[in-house]
C-alpha cells in the first residue's frame, strides 16, 4: 500500500539540515567578525551598528593622520590617561573624559591633589598620591572607589582589573595591599625593613612583584620579592643598587632597569639575563611577552661627541628579538598589545614588535607623553596640543 508518511520524513530532515548548517554558517560569520573587530582595535560594545561597519569597510583604505585635535594648558588640566577608548584629564575637581571623536562623555567629581594613575586594557585606576582616594574606572564607569585610611604612595593595576595599592602603614615603613576587580580586599603585607615604593601584578592574576629599597645602610640596594595573589611569599632576591622599574614580562619573567642595566630573572629568583649599557633612557613592557628599552649602546669621543640611540626588543629569556638605531634622543617609551611608540621630542615613531616602522607623527612643539585608545589610535601629549591619531603603515 502506498503512503506519502517517508517523503515528509524526508522533508523534514532536509529542512532540519538546513537550519542547523545556516545557523553554523552564521556562528562561523559571528565569531570571525568579533576576531576581525578585536584585532583591528574596535570596541564594538560602544558603537552603534553604523559606525561598525563604517569603520570595518574603510580600515584598510585609512592612509593615517589626525582624527581630532585640542588645545592644551598643561597648567589647569593634568592628562591621566585611557579608561578603555576614552582620553582622562583632570580639571576643576573633575576627571573630564573624551572620547575617540573627541566629545566629552564623562564628568567625575573627584577630589585628587596629586594624581597617580596606572591603566592597563579596558581598566584604569587613579589614587591621590600622599592622599587617601582611589578610583577605579572601565570605560565611564565608576567600578569601584575607595577612601583609604593610609596616605598611597603608588598604584598598579592589570588588564584583568586586579589592583595593587603601595601605601604607608602604622608602625611599618610602608605596605601593599591587593584589591580584586570589584574593589574587593584581597590582602596587605607589611614592609618594616625595607620601603616598598612600586608593587605590580601579573597578567594571568596570579602573582604580585613589589619592588622594595633600602637606603639607610652604607649602600642603597633593591629588594624584589614576589607574592602570589592570596599574598603568600614565593620567592624574593635582593641587588646592591636601585632599580626604579621592576614589572613582569610575562607570568614567569621578571624585569629589572635602572639607568645602564638590564636584568632578566624567573620567578623563582634565578637570574636568566644581563644587558649593560652607556645609558638607558626608557624602558616598556610589550604585550605581556616582551621587553622594550631606548639605549646608548656606545658613545663616541671626540671634539663633537655623538652616539646613536637603539630601541631593542627583548623577549621573556632577555634574548634580543629585534632592533633599530636612531638619531633621534628618546624621552620614553609607551606600548599597548604588540605597538611600541617612541617619543624623541618633537616626533612620535610607532613600530611593531620586530621594530617596523608603522607611522610617524611629527609636531612643532614639545611631545610630553603618549597615549593610546586602541591598537590603532592613539593620543600625543603635546606641551600646548592634543592631538588623536589614526595610525598606518606609512609605506
Not at 583604505?61 to 590617561?81: A, C, M, P, Q, V
Amino acid at each position: 500500500m502506498y503512503t506519502n508518511d517517508e517523503p515528509k520524513d524526508n522533508n523534514k530532515k532536509r529542512v532540519f539540515k538546513i537550519i542547523t548548517f545556516s545557523g553554523l554558517i552564521i556562528s562561523v560569520i559571528v565569531i570571525s567578525f568579533l576576531v576581525y573587530t578585536k584585532s583591528r582595535g574596535l570596541d564594538i560594545e560602544n558603537m552603534d551598528v553604523k559606525s561598525v561597519f563604517a569603520q570595518i569597510f574603510t580600515i584598510e583604505k585609512s592612509s593615517g593622520g589626525i582624527l581630532w585635535e585640542r588645545t592644551y594648558n598643561f597648567e589647569d588640566e593634568h592628562i591621566l590617561g585611557i579608561s578603555k577608548d576614552m582620553l582622562l584629564k583632570y580639571k576643576d575637581s573633575s576627571i573630564v573624559g573624551i572620547n575617540r571623536n573627541g566629545e566629552n562623555e564623562l564628568n567625575l567629581k573627584a577630589s585628587l591633589n596629586n594624581p597617580i594613575t596606572s591603566f592597563s586594557g579596558n581598566r584604569f585606576a587613579v589614587g591621590d598620591k600622599e592622599g587617601h582616594s582611589i578610583y577605579v574606572l572601565n570605560g565611564k564607569k565608576v567600578v569601584w572607589k575607595k577612601e583609604l585610611n593610609d596616605r598611597i604612595i603608588n598604584i598598579y593595576i592589570n588588564a584583568g582589573g586586579y589592583a595593587a595599592v603601595v601605601h604607608d602603614a602604622k608602625g611599618y615603613s610602608s605596605a601593599v595591599s591587593v584589591y580584586d576587580p570589584g574593589g574587593e580586599w584581597i590582602f596587605t603585607r607589611d614592609y618594616s625593613e625595607t620601603y616598598a615604593f612600586s608593587a605590580s601584578i601579573s597578567e594571568d592574576n596570579a602573582s604580585v612583584l613589589v619592588n622594595c629599597m633600602d637606603v639607610g645602610g652604607i649602600n642603597a640596594f633593591t629588594y624584589i620579592e614576589v607574592l602570589d595573589i592570596l599574598g603568600t611569599r614565593m620567592s624574593g632576591f635582593d641587588k646592591d643598587k636601585l632599580f626604579p622599574y621592576a614589572c613582569f614580562v610575562d607570568k614567569d619573567s621578571l624585569f629589572l632597569a635602572n639607568d645602564n642595566e638590564l636584568y632578566f630573572y624567573d620567578s623563582g629568583g634565578k637570574q636568566i639575563a644581563y644587558s649593560a649599557f652607556e645609558e638607558i633612557y626608557s624602558v616598556a613592557a610589550v604585550s605581556g611577552k616582551y621587553a622594550a628599552a631606548s639605549v646608548i649602546s656606545e658613545k663616541k669621543s671626540g671634539v663633537l661627541k655623538s652616539y646613536n640611540i637603539d630601541i631593542l626588543i627583548f623577549d621573556e629569556h632577555g634574548e634580543k628579538n629585534a632592533s633599530i638605531g636612531l638619531k633621534e634622543e628618546v624621552y620614553n617609551l609607551r606600548s599597548y598589545e604588540d605597538i611600541i611608540a617612541v617619543n624623541t621630542g618633537r616626533q612620535v615613531i610607532f613600530l611593531d614588535e620586530d621594530c617596523n616602522e608603522i607611522y610617524r607623527f611629527s609636531s612643532i612643539s614639545d611631545i610630553r607623553d603618549v597615549f593610546f585608545l586602541n591598537r590603532m589610535e592613539a593620543v600625543v601629549v603635546s606641551k600646548n596640543k592634543v592631538s588623536a591619531l589614526r595610525l598606518a603603515n606609512n609605506g
